[in-house]
């Protein structure tokens, strides 16, 4: 079975602060990862995806994720937090089949001026 | 391209009635599958179609419903209405390749307030 574990429901940092979103994965199978980050009132959009090609992602807005197996970790960093970053932040593993997404319970990512 | 649409965008409605949400995935996808978003639960999946059969399904009662069309758009069905299925809906289209993993693609989602 597949799962993933966001620790922290709620992270502030600082403008120009490094952001670091925690997730832990858990699955049976080698795992496809992805994090999703959702405005107010939007729906999710995909910030980048690991499929096994790279261990270091890189995706939209400067955002960057590693995969690191030992760990069990997909850990989405950003290295200057700016204040269009505040928003809600899944990650997501998907089932075997690749058609079924378990998604964490979010991190809400504040941005102080 | 269009992205996905879901209508409406916000729906109130009061306990026991009925509501149907409509999904419009992107030109292409034949995927469409739903998603329960609520403060407490987070995002849970409700259930997957694919040319026009449920072909997966969430932990969720009988009073949620779907179908499918044959032009891939998709409609979810809530029945008699519980306070607790006041949530954010939202649907996500995926071509649904032979693939280990399919990107999916999110509408904007309905608000469905129950009161």
């Known amino acids: 079975a597949q799962s993933v574990t966001q620790l922290g429901s709620h992270v502030s940092v600082s403008e120009g602060a490094l952001v670091l979103l925690r997730c832990n994965y858990s699955?049976?199978?080698?795992?496809?990862l992805f994090w999703y980050v959702q405005y107010p009132n939007q729906g999710l959009q995909l910030l980048l995806k690991?499929?096994?090609?790279?261990?270091l992602v890189k995706g939209i807005n400067g955002f960057e994720a590693e995969f690191k197996k030992s760990e069990t970790s997909f850990h989405l960093t950003k290295p200057s937090a700016h204040m269009s970053d505040a928003a809600e932040y899944f990650c997501?593993?998907?089932?075997?089949?690749?058609?079924?997404?378990?998604f964490g319970t979010g991190t809400s990512l504040t941005v102080i001026p | 391209k269009a992205g996905v649409t879901q209508t409406p965008r916000y729906l109130i409605k009061t306990r026991g009635q009925q509501v149907t949400l409509s999904c419009s995935p992107i030109?292409?996808?034949?995927?469409v599958s739903w998603y329960q978003q609520t403060p407490g639960q987070g995002l849970q999946f409700l259930f997957e179609?694919?040319?026009?059969?449920?072909?997966n399904k969430g932990n969720f009662p009988g009073r949620f419903s779907g179908r499918q069309f044959s032009n891939s758009r998709s409609e979810m069905n809530v029945s008699t209405l519980e306070l607790g299925d006041s949530a954010l809906y939202l649907c996500?289209?995926?071509?649904?390749?032979?693939?280990?993993?399919?990107?999916?693609?999110f509408g904007p989602g309905t608000r469905l307030t129950v009161l």
């Open positions: 996500a289209s995926s071509f649904r390749l032979r693939e280990p993993y399919n990107e999916q693609f």
């Open positions: 699955s049976s199978v080698p795992p496809y």
């Open positions: 690991y499929t096994s090609a790279a261990t």
């Open positions: 997501a593993v998907s089932s075997n089949t690749g058609n079924q997404f378990y």
């Open positions: 030109s292409g996808h034949r995927s």
């Open positions: 179609y694919f040319s026009e059969t449920q072909r």
